[in-house]
């Protein structure tokens, strides 16, 4: 009798992880694929070698890049991972823009700097503020910084640790010392992680952060990657990764979100950019998460651009602007867009500069 419950439970547990295994697939999409979709006056952006992971636009045309020289990160390929990452800035504004290092005041550890999400602030006296998501060694800070406009440079302010940001990937600023933040996993350690991740447990979640209050504002995610606010500030748009899902949450006066909506895509979904102009959303997109996490230089990932408008509407129009199966760009990750140029960043690849 024990040797029948044993082997019962062996052949339900074989059959549940099974399942677990070939639902992992499809959130994948490990079958999916991509048809190329060119467009005419783009080129690689020199000096982005390793991945540009994210992309945030000023008013004024200065573009932040979140550079991973070197991405450390669970799971992820790194093209070099000895270096440390960095933040450039191009100037959109100009004939022939250029990204340039942005240098860090002392005192910063840049050793360990390794770049994530980023989000800029203009406070009421037009000081601007970067939001970067930092992983030094494997943990999980929020850094503010302001960027100092004459010396072109960027001057720590604060480091931000909290049990409730265990494992942060993007950020949506709201204020000087304010912000959203996903987390892409309810566990740091990595081995939960990835345990998370094959149960499909669901437990990501948005944070928001104030220097008074530190509270869950909407869970239930898959994977919650990218985050942006729409340019009204009344809503906050957040990447499900896994569940292919766009969700557009209502921003309340006490900063708390509630659903209105969610968009399915047949692609995985990463960073989220507003165009300011519009309201379009334009988001980098992989069709392909198993070639993304388990790489192969002969068949590598592949890149897709999505941009949708008028998602408050019922049906709202959905365009692939940009899509190549790797030969060009490979993990688009990011698409931000300034006065008909677009950037393509991706997370441990090259960068591209269009002109639409």
Same mark, same amino acid.
Request: with cysteine; proline share 5%.
């Given at each position: 009798?024990?040797?029948?419950?044993?082997?019962?439970?062996?052949?339900?547990?074989?059959?549940?992880?099974?399942?677990?295994?070939?639902?992992?697939?499809?959130?994948?999409?490990?079958?999916?694929?991509?048809?190329?979709?060119?467009?005419?006056?783009?080129?690689?952006?020199?000096?982005?070698?390793?991945?540009?992971?994210?992309?945030?636009?000023?008013?004024?045309?200065?573009?932040?890049?979140?550079?991973?020289?070197?991405?450390?990160?669970?799971?992820?390929?790194?093209?070099?991972?000895?270096?440390?990452?960095?933040?450039?800035?191009?100037?959109?504004?100009?004939?022939?823009?250029?990204?340039?290092? =942005?240098?860090?005041?002392?005192?910063? #550890? &840049?050793?360990?700097?390794?770049?994530?999400?980023?989000? +800029?602030?203009? /406070? *009421?006296?037009?000081?601007?503020?970067?939001?970067?998501?930092?992983?030094?060694?494997?943990?999980?800070?929020?850094?503010?910084?302001?960027?100092?406009?004459?010396?072109?440079?960027?001057?720590?302010?604060?480091?931000?640790?909290?049990?409730?940001?265990?494992?942060?990937?993007?950020?949506?600023?709201?204020?000087?010392?304010?912000?959203?933040?996903?987390?892409?996993?309810?566990?740091?350690?990595?081995?939960?992680?990835?345990?998370?991740?094959?149960?499909?447990?669901?437990?990501?979640?948005?944070?928001?952060?104030?220097?008074?209050?530190?509270?869950?504002?909407?869970?239930?995610?898959?994977?919650?990657?990218?985050?942006?606010?729409?340019?009204?500030?009344?809503?906050?748009?957040?990447?499900?990764?896994?569940?292919?899902?766009?969700?557009? =949450?209502?921003?309340?006066?006490?900063? #708390? &979100?509630?659903?209105?909506?969610?968009?399915?895509?047949? +692609?995985?979904? /990463? *960073?989220?950019?507003?165009?300011?102009?519009?309201?379009?959303?334009?988001?980098?997109?992989?069709?392909?998460?198993?070639?993304?996490?388990?790489?192969?230089?002969?068949?590598?990932?592949?890149?897709?651009?999505?941009?949708?408008?008028?998602?408050?509407?019922?049906?709202?129009?959905?365009?692939?602007?940009?899509?190549?199966?790797?030969?060009?760009?490979?993990?688009?990750?990011?698409?931000?867009?300034?006065?008909?140029?677009?950037?393509?960043?991706?997370?441990?690849?090259?960068?591209?500069?269009?002109?639409?």
């Amino acid at each position: 009798m024990g040797r029948l419950v044993a082997v019962s439970l062996l052949g339900i547990s074989l059959a549940l992880l099974g399942e677990r295994f070939l639902a992992l697939r499809n959130r994948l999409r490990a079958s999916g694929g991509v048809e190329s979709v060119d467009l005419p006056n783009c080129h690689l952006i020199k000096g982005i070698e390793a991945g540009s992971e994210d992309i945030d636009i000023l008013p004024n045309g200065l573009a932040f890049f979140s550079v991973k020289k070197g991405l450390k990160h669970p799971g992820l390929h790194s093209f070099a991972p000895d270096k440390p990452g960095g933040i450039l800035m191009m100037d959109l504004k100009e004939e022939k823009p250029r990204a340039l290092e =942005l240098r860090i005041s002392r005192g910063f #550890n &840049l050793a360990s700097f390794n770049p994530h999400g980023i989000s +800029t602030f203009i /406070d *009421n006296d037009d000081t601007v503020y970067l939001f970067v998501v930092n992983h030094p060694e494997s943990k999980n800070t929020v850094e503010i910084f302001k960027y100092e406009e004459e010396e072109n440079s960027l001057l720590h302010i604060k480091t931000v640790k909290h049990e409730l940001l265990p494992s942060v990937n993007d950020v949506v600023a709201v204020g000087p010392a304010h912000f959203y933040a996903t987390n892409d996993h309810y566990f740091s350690d990595v081995f939960l992680k990835y345990l998370e991740t094959y149960l499909n447990l669901n437990w990501a979640n948005v944070i928001y952060y104030s220097p008074n209050e530190v509270k869950v504002v909407a869970d239930g995610f898959d994977a919650a990657s990218g985050i942006s606010i729409s340019p009204d500030k009344k809503y906050i748009y957040v990447a499900d990764m896994l569940a292919h899902e766009i969700h557009v =949450l209502e921003k309340h006066t006490n900063m #708390n &979100l509630t659903q209105v909506k969610v968009l399915k895509l047949d +692609t995985l979904v /990463d *960073n989220l950019s507003v165009d300011p102009s519009s309201g379009d959303i334009w988001v980098g997109c992989h069709p392909n998460g198993q070639k993304l996490f388990v790489y192969d230089p002969d068949n590598p990932p592949s890149s897709e651009i999505l941009r949708i408008q008028n998602i408050l509407t019922e049906k709202p129009p959905v365009t692939t602007v940009y899509a190549n199966n790797g030969s060009v760009l490979q993990g688009s990750s990011v698409a931000s867009v300034y006065d008909g140029k677009l950037l393509i960043g991706t997370l441990y690849h090259r960068a591209l500069y269009c002109e639409l």
